[in-house]
């Protein structure tokens, strides 16, 4: 590939979030390239390699509406001033080359939050400035003439992209996030009951385990909810402003000794391994990655329709797929999983899904994009 020059777009860079995420992932594996990386955000955490440039936009803002109209034209500025080969976007800002469609479309999310919300509330989101102007940005930038392509981590948000915008399917390429199934991968039952022993789990109960931030969102209320009436204990890896909630809620359901609150980790690897499988009854989310993390833990997954992870599950093999609300279906899948996940054949095949999602497979769909676009 000729020297050509990148331009990463994402506000705000924290080395946690998935979005971030697939960016170290797709910097890392073109490093080797010709490729100058450029990453224009608002603030970075987390390391800088030496070779990596990064612009920081940071203008003032005066509430969420104006921190983001702010940011895109700063970053747009920017962007044409230093005329780069490519633009790929992390965020909604009409004019830039190649989109990538993170956090899926913004009004399927709003559609099943509107479902768990008072039938005022759920009239009044539409309506609300911040999300007006969001949807308004994603409208522009999907029918600007400078976008080439879009990039989705799962087909569902390619056709949703489809439906709502009209954009071409031939535009949008499904990439799937990366796993390093080395990095994560099942224990022997002696190694997990050394683990469930550290941080006190009892050694025998099958634990279903979620992960993630934003308990609503993720579903945390349904999970509590579809554990409560069995015997399963559920661990809860995660942080939420929230969380006496849903203490209260297990309270409630009298079952609060089997909900382990185990706060936010930043090594996720050991509670994977000490789990049976993972219950994300998620509203709406793209394609989570702990939904990969899991399954090369080799732990069978229940997930939702609305998250594009059930495009890795085959019904009663590998997990289950059931509505988000549906907390009688996500009891009955719970108790259909395997009382313990180490060896069982849920769990191999679970693992066998994941074991093509590379990090070498992505950075080789990343380039031949790239070298397609620039070329």
């Known amino acids: 590939m000729k020297h050509f020059r990148l331009a990463l777009v994402r506000q705000k860079y924290r080395p946690d979030g998935g979005a971030e995420r697939f960016v170290s992932r797709a910097l890392e594996a073109l490093e080797d390239q010709n490729l100058e990386l450029n990453v224009i955000t608002r603030q970075w955490q987390g ?83 911040y999300h007006r102007y969001v949807m308004q ?8 003439p400078e976008l080439k392509a879009v990039i989705c981590n799962a087909d569902m948000v390619k056709q949703e992209i489809i439906q709502q915008f009209g954009v071409p399917a031939d535009k949008i390429r499904v990439i799937y996030n990366a796993i390093d199934n080395q990095k994560f991968y099942p224990v022997s039952e002696e190694q997990r009951i050394e683990l469930r022993h550290q941080h006190s789990i009892p050694a025998r109960a099958t634990c279903m385990i979620y ?23 559920l661990l809860v890896v995660g942080k939420d402003k929230d969380e006496k909630r849903y203490r209260d809620l297990s309270q409630t359901l009298g079952c609060r000794d089997r909900v382990h609150f185990l706060g936010m980790q930043p090594n996720t690897l050991p ?24 399954m090369a833990c080799g732990l069978p997954v229940i997930t939702t329709p609305t998250c594009g992870g059930a495009e890795f599950i085959t019904q009663g093999v590998n997990g289950f797929v059931c509505d988000a609300l549906d907390i009688n279906a996500l009891q ?24 093509d999602c590379t990090p070498q497979r992505l950075s080789s769909q990343l380039i031949s994009l790239y070298q397609e676009l620039v070329g």
């Open 47 to 129: 390391e800088i390699k030496p070779d990596w440039k990064v612009h920081i936009c940071d203008p003032w803002k005066l509430g969420r509406i104006s921190r983001e109209r702010g940011f895109a034209n700063a970053a747009r500025a920017l962007w044409q001033r230093e005329n780069f080969d490519l633009v790929q976007s992390h965020e909604r800002i009409p004019g830039c080359d190649l989109f990538r469609a993170g956090d899926g479309v913004h009004r399927r999310w709003l559609e099943q939050r509107a479902r768990i919300l008072p039938n005022w509330k759920a009239k009044h989101l539409f309506k609300d400035r």
């Open 137 to 144: 940005a994603e409208q522009e930038m999907y029918s600007a």
């Open 211 to 233: 992960v993630g931030s934003g308990f609503e969102r993720k579903g945390l209320d349904a999970a509590i909810k579809a554990i409560a009436p069995t015997v399963r204990h």
């Open 271 to 294: 509670f994977y391994q000490m789990a049976d499988g993972l219950l994300l009854p998620t509203l709406y989310d793209p394609f989570p990655n702990v939904i990969l993390e899991a």
């Open 332 to 355: 009955q899948a719970v108790m259909a999983l395997p009382d313990n996940a180490v060896g069982s054949n849920a769990g191999l095949k679970a693992r066998e899904k994941i074991l």
